[in-house]
């Protein structure tokens, strides 16, 4: 019993923590100063930086999603229909959900594990100790870099994952480059293309934020900031894939 | 000189001159869990002076030194820093409180990513000082501490020792008017550790730094205490024997299970041993 109301008093003080995290972070954003070059390192760290493991991703997704609707659509004589299917998987779900983990995997562990370790050098004490907020410097350029490259990133993915699927369709299925691009555009709705453009702001919010309050929360030296970065990759990916449940759930029900 | 001290109130200048409280501890409790760090632990650092914390370790000491910064907060008693009481400051008014303080961590916490320069003037250039002003501070007081030609290094370039002195020169580089020193010889060789003290001295004899040193380097402790730095002209900066006067400026507190087991300079400090087993033991 003792060890459970324990690890409930933990949660919520996670909870509480992240919170208040999160709250200073806003708070920044709209009071001086400001960490522009802060802002303009992250944007390029975690954008560009992420580009090729995206563009990998989203390339052979699209790839092996045509291999296999293509089996499954020559069932019904409608191979043609391949781009319909590719479009409506990788626009809604398969790019957001599949870039946000990439970007988890590498931008969430790379956060925790940095500021961990400033943690655990006292260098984020000496930070303080030299006048400046943590959460200023350190968490808002990242929050504000995740939230405005994961879209771009998973913009990028999903394309590179039409062409992907556009390169088997030709060569493997034998459709026409008219009639996959043509399935394409009839497969997606406007309320379609609007939820593949909406959720990856939310996913890029969660694994950044997550990361930074992970790392800002090391204790234990060297080991600890292993634990951490474990921690941050575990908890932004399940949180990217609730998260999508939740904003998917809510979208359905205002545009839909 | 490049940078002036923050400005202070005509009667606060008064109060804090030579001599007056510039640190203010008052039946300050701390506990961590079940556990009691600090048990109504009073004292008062006075203007220029330099206090000398000794204790096993666990015993309390840089959680002192945090205590000031405003890291942590104590769970009972107050704290007046500069003449402001900043046991109740949010973090945002303690900003302005540290604008004062400067701080030596115990590995030096210098940022990786920032070269020497750059880890020096980081105050600095966050107090909004011109740049060209910063860096000719940043040259000055790394001139200071004698690593000038080390400025475009990257800490990981640095040994242990360099680390500590820039950790000192960019604690000094904003010009505060108290300086904390976490452990700052701690596992460095005795040569080195002779340097670092000689820095400290310095800036208490030269600049009017008023100190905290936390150590249970017990050889550094006492050179610290019983030295002091004359300027020399030409010739530089000179150490010799501290007057009786300059001696009693530096005064040891040495702690134990939370509280202040003693309080006094350190010809005092050497009489109480034989007379105090724990001290003995701790001295010896």
């Known amino acids: 019993m003792g060890g459970l109301e324990n690890w409930a008093k933990a949660a919520v003080l996670e909870v509480q923590e992240y919170a208040r995290m999160v709250g200073r972070a806003c708070r920044s954003l709209v009071t001086p100063p400001f960490y522009y070059r802060d802002i303009i390192d992250q944007l390029n760290i975690i954008g560009i930086g992420s580009l090729t493991v995206v563009v990998l991703t989203g390339l052979f997704t699209g790839m092996v999603l045509a291999l296999q609707s293509g089996i499954t659509l020559d069932m019904f004589g409608a191979r043609s229909m391949v781009g319909r299917l590719v479009s409506a998987s990788m626009v809604k779900e398969l790019g957001p959900v599949l870039t946000a983990l990439m970007v988890a995997g590498r931008v969430g562990s790379g956060i925790a594990a940095e500021l961990g370790s400033m943690v655990v050098t006292d260098q984020i004490a000496a930070l303080r100790a030299l006048g400046t907020d943590p959460v200023r410097k350190l968490v808002l350029p990242r929050i504000l870099a995740g ?28 459709v026409a480059s008219g009639v996959y691009w043509n399935s394409v555009v009839g497969g997606l709705y406007i309320q379609d293309v609007w939820m593949g453009l909406i959720k990856p702001f939310f996913l890029g919010f969660v694994i950044v934020s997550i990361g930074c309050h992970v790392g800002l929360r090391t204790s234990g030296g060297t080991q600890g900031v292993g634990r951490a970065t474990t921690n941050a990759v575990v908890a932004s990916s399940v949180a990217v894939l609730v998260v999508n449940f939740l904003v998917t759930k809510a979208l359905i029900f205002l545009m839909y | 000189m490049a940078v002036e001290r923050g400005a202070r109130s005509a ?26 760090i600090l048990d109504e632990i009073s004292f008062t650092l006075k203007t220029g002076h330099t206090k000398i914390f000794l204790g096993a370790s666990g015993a309390g000491k840089s959680t002192i030194l945090r205590l000031i910064l405003g890291l942590l907060k104590p769970d009972g008693g107050q704290i007046f820093v500069n003449g402001e009481r900043v046991d109740n400051m949010s973090e945002d008014q303690m900003m302005a409180v540290r604008a004062d303080l400067g701080m030596v961590f115990q590995e030096g916490a210098l940022f990786d990513s920032l070269t020497v320069r750059e880890n020096v003037g980081y105050k600095l250039l966050e107090q909004k000082v011109p740049y060209a002003q910063a860096d000719r501070r940043v040259e000055e007081v790394l001139g200071f501490v004698r690593l000038a030609e080390f400025i475009d290094r990257k800490p990981s370039e640095l040994s242990g020792g360099q680390r500590r002195r820039v ?13 904390l020193y976490d452990e700052p010889t701690t596992g460095l060789d005795p040569i080195t550790s002779i340097t670092i003290d000689e820095e400290i001295i310095k800036l208490r004899d030269l600049e009017e730094v008023s100190s905290i040193v936390v150590t249970h380097q017990l050889r550094d402790a006492f050179f610290v205490a019983e030295h002091m730095a004359v300027a020399n002209g030409s010739e530089g900066v000179r150490f010799e024997r501290a007057s009786a006067h300059k001696a009693d400026e530096a005064e040891f507190i040495m702690l134990r299970d939370g509280k202040i087991a003693f309080e006094g300079n350190a010809t005092e400090l050497r009489e109480v041993q034989n007379r105090d087993p724990y001290i003995q033991a701790f001295l010896s």
């Open chain 2, 167 to 179: 950790a000192i020169a960019r604690a000094m580089a904003a010009k505060p008017r108290i300086l």
């Open chain 1, 147 to 174: 939230l405005l490259m994961v879209p771009l990133l998973t913009c990028i993915s999903v394309g590179v994952g039409l062409l992907g699927a556009w390169i088997i369709t030709l060569t493997q299925l034998k």
């Open chain 2, 11 to 36: 009667l606060l200048e008064e109060a804090l001159g030579p001599g007056g409280p510039i640190v203010v501890f008052d039946k300050v409790t701390l506990a961590f869990d079940d556990k009691v």
